[in-house]
């Protein structure tokens, strides 16, 4: 809507939410967890999983009104956020090497699980982990193809 309407309240409103939901991301500052740093802990202390796809949805749209709005800190801010929660998401596909347990290997590889500790898939997460992947790639390297 802020793109359409070109309201500041609008704008305002994006950013005040995205600082917000930023600050519950886990760092190397605030978890001795690497495997859990770019997932958003949004209701629970180092509870992450694949929420942080949809959030990331979101920092991508917010990291894009940014670059329109050329508020050069908010685009830095963002694009440590928005790499950090893809790094997080990737980690969260199911690979070959690692779904020996899987029964039916060929349905899962690539699926995007729940949690680092729950494999359940759902289509869902992955349509969300894909929509934010692409809107991340748009966001930070351009329209291609």
Not at 56 to 82: H, M, P
Request: hydrophobic share 40%.
């Amino acid at each position: 809507m802020t793109k359409h309407t070109q309201r500041d309240d609008y704008d305002n409103y994006v950013f005040e939410l995205t600082d917000w939901l930023a600050s519950k991301q886990l760092t190397r500052d605030n978890c001795d967890w690497p495997e859990l740093w770019g997932g958003i802990a949004a209701y629970q202390t180092n509870r992450v999983g694949v929420s942080t796809a949809s959030y990331l949805e979101g920092f991508a749209d917010a990291l894009a009104l940014a670059n329109r709005r050329g508020d050069q800190a908010r685009v830095n801010r963002y694009e440590r956020v928005v790499r950090r929660a893809v790094r997080f998401v990737m980690q969260l596909q199911f690979r070959n090497d690692e779904a020996y347990f899987v029964r039916s290997r060929q349905d899962a590889i690539g699926g995007i699980r729940t949690s680092p500790s729950l494999n359940l898939l759902r289509i869902d997460h992955v349509q969300h982990a894909l929509i934010a992947l692409m809107k991340t790639r748009e966001v930070l390297y351009g329209r291609k193809g």
